[in-house]
C-alpha cells in the first residue's frame, strides 16, 4: 500500500495546499508564492510548479500573467453548477453500486450518519462525516474515473460550506441519508436515487452566502 511517505513530493504539496484551501485556510485571492512553498516542503521549485498545475486542474488556484498563483474564488453560478454536477453523478455511482451494497456497507454508513449527528456545531467534523457516508455509499460502483470526479466535486462543495455558512452553521439531524439508507435496504433504488439527488443539490440553493466569497 502506498503510503504518504511514498507519494512523490508534488502529490503531497498539492495535497496539503488543497486542504488550506478547501478548509478556508488559505482565502480566496490569497497569492501562493512559489519560494515560500519550496522553503516549507524542503523542495525544489520543479514539483512545486507540478502542484501548482495539479492545484489549477482541481479548479483551486489560477495562474495570472506577472501575478503569479493565487487562490481561486468561486460565484454563486459556480456553486450551482457543482451541485448540479454531483447530482447527476453520485444517481449514476449509485445505480452500479447498489447491487454490490452490503448489509455490513450499509451498517457502516448509517454510523457515519450518527458521527455526523454527534459533530454538534463542528461543520469540520459534520463534513467529514457526511463525505464518508456518501463514500461508502459510491465506491462498490468500481467505476474509479467517475469516482475521481465526484471526490473533486465533494471537496468543492466542502469548500463554500466552510467558506458560506461557518459562521451560521448548525448541524443538522441528516433526515435525507436516513431515507436513503431505509429504502436502500428495501430495494428501491429509484427513491434512493431521488433522495440522494436532492441531498446533493441543497448547497447550490444557497447563492446569498457564496456570492460573499465570488471571484
Given at each position: 500500500?502506498?503510503?504518504?511517505?511514498?507519494?512523490?513530493?508534488?502529490?503531497r504539496?498539492?495535497?496539503?495546499?488543497?486542504?488550506?484551501?478547501?478548509?478556508g485556510?488559505?482565502a480566496?485571492?490569497?497569492r501562493?508564492?512559489?519560494d515560500?512553498?519550496?522553503?516549507?516542503?524542503?523542495?525544489?521549485?520543479?514539483?512545486?510548479?507540478?502542484?501548482?498545475?495539479r492545484?489549477?486542474?482541481?479548479?483551486?488556484?489560477?495562474?495570472?500573467p506577472?501575478?503569479?498563483?493565487?487562490?481561486?474564488?468561486?460565484?454563486p453560478?459556480?456553486?450551482?453548477?457543482?451541485?448540479?454536477?454531483?447530482?447527476?453523478?453520485?444517481?449514476?455511482?449509485?445505480?452500479?453500486?447498489a447491487?454490490?451494497?452490503?448489509?455490513?456497507?450499509?451498517?457502516?454508513?448509517?454510523?457515519?450518519?450518527?458521527a455526523?449527528?454527534?459533530?454538534g456545531?463542528?461543520?469540520?467534523?459534520?463534513?467529514?462525516?457526511?463525505?464518508?457516508?456518501?463514500?461508502?455509499?459510491?465506491a462498490?460502483?468500481a467505476?474509479?474515473?467517475l469516482?475521481?470526479?465526484?471526490?473533486?466535486?465533494?471537496?468543492?462543495?466542502?469548500?463554500?460550506?466552510f467558506?458560506?455558512?461557518?459562521?451560521?452553521?448548525?448541524?443538522?439531524?441528516?433526515?435525507?441519508?436516513?431515507?436513503?439508507?431505509?429504502?436502500?435496504?428495501?430495494?428501491?433504488?429509484d427513491?434512493?436515487?431521488?433522495?440522494?439527488?436532492r441531498?446533493?443539490?441543497?448547497?447550490?440553493?444557497?447563492?446569498?452566502?457564496a456570492s460573499?466569497?465570488g471571484?
Open positions: 500500500m502506498t503510503t504518504a511517505k511514498d507519494e512523490p513530493i508534488a502529490v504539496i498539492s495535497r496539503a495546499l488543497a486542504e488550506r484551501i478547501i478548509s485556510a488559505l480566496a485571492g490569497s501562493l508564492r512559489q515560500h512553498v519550496a522553503e516549507e516542503f524542503d523542495a525544489s521549485h520543479v514539483p512545486v510548479r507540478e502542484a501548482f498545475r492545484l489549477e486542474a482541481q479548479g483551486l488556484v489560477v495562474s495570472e506577472r501575478r503569479g498563483v493565487r487562490v481561486a474564488g468561486f460565484s453560478e459556480e456553486v450551482r453548477e457543482v451541485a448540479e454536477m454531483r447530482a447527476a453523478l453520485e444517481v449514476l455511482a449509485l445505480r452500479h453500486a447491487p454490490h451494497l452490503t448489509a455490513a456497507i450499509l451498517d457502516r454508513a448509517e454510523a457515519a450518519t450518527r455526523g449527528d454527534r459533530a456545531g463542528d461543520v469540520h467534523a459534520w463534513e467529514e462525516a457526511n463525505r464518508t457516508f456518501h463514500r461508502l455509499l459510491l462498490p460502483c467505476m474509479p474515473r469516482l475521481k470526479t465526484i471526490d473533486d466535486l465533494q471537496a468543492a462543495s466542502a469548500r463554500f460550506l467558506a458560506g455558512w461557518r459562521a451560521e452553521w448548525e448541524a443538522p439531524t441528516d433526515r435525507d441519508h436516513r431515507a436513503i439508507l431505509v429504502a436502500l435496504r428495501a430495494g428501491d433504488i427513491t434512493a436515487a431521488a433522495v440522494l439527488a441531498h446533493v443539490q441543497w448547497v447550490g440553493h444557497r447563492p446569498a452566502a460573499r466569497h471571484t
